[in-house]
């Protein structure tokens, strides 16, 4: 059987939890030996066998970024012709997968990551091509023979978004985690390299700044922290100049009241995260879109509490009292995400956080605890085996 993987991202281009997603799920599906995997992705060529870059396609070079993905899909879907299956992931590999199933009469699976209509804010940075980008996702939704959500959470939010859409074909398969690489291993002088004190407790963010990640409420809660902690963010490629701007403005803010504030904002090699991870008190999740949250399994991988927002696919992951903390959150019902009453849900995060960081021997326990979860429930094996399910079961259908 040959299935074609459709994404934006794949290695060495990742930028976000949907890339990891895909390079893993690859690896798994290849390691069964019973599975023709081929890759499709954004970019230049790669030189890892079965795997296909797609590049801008140059006359387009002047357009939205909408219509220049379009262009990169319709590139991928003609070559996807032959395959038994194809699956696609994002919005930015839809239309891709929707085309190449029209061309090819082969079954196409979606694996929601995220879903547009959950992220309005994105006309920031799209501008027009957001509604573009909306009715790529929806067509390709809505006439996927398969929807994989990656959590339950997710699940809900697909049916909401697209009700024409079959419950029956929306499966959920969690998203995983490699617990060889992602685990606990602290290295001082990394941390020291990139201005953090390993001595000091710590609240640490990974993740891009983009409204769903929530940091600037992070930033607003770490103001009532104890003064002896730091707060260490490794936080980068922002969506738009808006978003950036304001960050700064709050970080500027925060160092003015105290010190130990560290920004970090380029995306840190995979090592030097698990020594800057292994060597903090507890993880912060401030979400306020989250349909699973690898960052979270990838901290608690490497023996780390979580305070994380109770929202999406989190509450799956982190379970309160064992693994770390779950934060409550009303949020307005328009797609944003946003909070009610943001003020209480910064004093509900700072609150989380400044009990997370006031017991180490508890917080040590619960990073123990949330390691071996972490490699119980969410193993990549499982989870390829689950996606090869599906697959099978969509191709049963088929006849």
């Known amino acids: 059987m040959r299935v074609d993987i459709l994404s934006k991202e794949y290695p060495p281009q990742i930028y976000g939890g949907a890339g990891v997603h895909v390079a893993e799920?690859?690896?798994?599906?290849r390691d069964r030996g019973d599975v023709d995997?081929?890759?499709?992705?954004?970019?230049?060529?790669?030189?890892e066998e079965g795997t296909y870059g797609y590049p801008d396609l140059?006359?387009?070079?002047?357009?939205?970024?909408?219509?220049?993905?379009?262009?990169?899909?319709?590139?991928?879907?003609?070559?996807?012709?032959?395959?038994?299956?194809?699956?696609?992931?994002?919005?930015?590999?839809?239309?891709?997968?929707?085309?190449?199933?029209?061309?090819?009469?082969?079954?196409?699976?979606v694996t929601a990551h995220s879903l547009e209509p959950m992220r309005p804010w994105k006309a920031e940075q799209l501008g027009g091509g957001?509604?573009?980008?909306?009715?790529?996702?929806?067509s390709a939704y809505e006439a996927a023979d398969a929807v994989i959500a990656v959590s339950a959470g997710m699940r809900e939010d697909?049916?909401?978004?697209?009700?024409?859409?079959?419950?029956?074909?929306?499966?959920?398969?969690?998203?995983?985690?490699?617990?060889?690489?992602?685990?606990?291993?602290?290295?001082?002088?990394?941390a020291r390299k990139h201005g953090v004190d390993p001595d000091r407790p710590s609240v640490i963010f990974v993740g891009r700044i983009t409204r769903q990640k929530g940091l600037p409420y992070l930033l607003r809660a770490a103001a009532s922290l104890p003064p002896e902690v730091q707060l260490v963010l490794c936080a980068g490629a922002p969506d738009t100049p808006e978003i950036r701007a304001e960050v700064e403005q709050l970080m500027d803010g925060l160092r003015a009241q105290r010190d130990g504030?560290?920004?970090?904002?380029?995306?840190?090699?995979?090592?030097?995260?698990?020594?800057?991870?292994?060597?903090?008190?507890?993880?912060?999740?401030?979400?306020i879109y989250e349909p699973l949250g690898i960052v979270n399994l990838e901290a608690m991988a490497c023996e780390l509490p979580v305070v994380a927002t109770a929202t999406g696919g989190i509450?799956?992951?982190?379970?309160?009292?064992?693994?770390?903390?779950?934060v409550p959150v009303e949020q307005v019902q328009d797609g944003t995400g946003t909070p009610v009453d943001p003020d209480r849900f910064v004093a509900d995060l700072a609150e989380a956080l400044t009990d997370a960081v006031s017991d180490?021997?508890?917080?040590?326990?619960?990073?123990?605890?949330?390691r071996k979860r972490a490699v119980d429930a969410f193993s990549w094996a499982s989870i390829g085996d689950r996606t090869m399910e599906v697959y099978l079961e969509v191709l049963g259908d088929r006849g």
């Not at 799920?25 to 599906?29: D, F, N, P, S, T």
């Not at 009700?163 to 291993?185: A, C, E, K, T, Y």
């Not at 021997?361 to 605890?369: F, K, N, T, V």
């Open 25 to 29: 799920l690859v690896r798994a599906l």
């Open 37 to 47: 995997t081929r890759v499709r992705c954004f970019g230049p060529p790669r030189d």
């Open 58 to 109: 140059p006359g387009l070079a002047g357009a939205n970024a909408a219509v220049q993905t379009m262009g990169v899909d319709l590139s991928m879907a003609g070559d996807c012709v032959g395959a038994d299956l194809v699956h696609s992931h994002t919005w930015y590999a839809n239309f891709a997968g929707h085309t190449a199933s029209l061309l090819g009469g082969m079954p196409h699976v």
């Open 130 to 138: 957001y509604r573009v980008s909306s009715f790529l996702e929806r």
């Open 158 to 190: 697909v049916l909401r978004a697209y009700p024409s859409v079959d419950p029956d074909r929306v499966h959920v398969v969690h998203n995983g985690i490699d617990s060889q690489l992602w685990q606990h291993d602290p290295d001082a002088d990394i």
């Open 261 to 287: 504030v560290v920004w970090i904002p380029e995306m840190l090699p995979r090592g030097e995260v698990v020594a800057l991870l292994s060597c903090a008190t507890v993880f912060a999740c401030p979400s």
């Open 315 to 326: 509450p799956e992951v982190v379970v309160p009292g064992e693994t770390g903390w779950l």
């Open 360 to 370: 180490t021997a508890r917080a040590d326990r619960m990073g123990l605890a949330g």
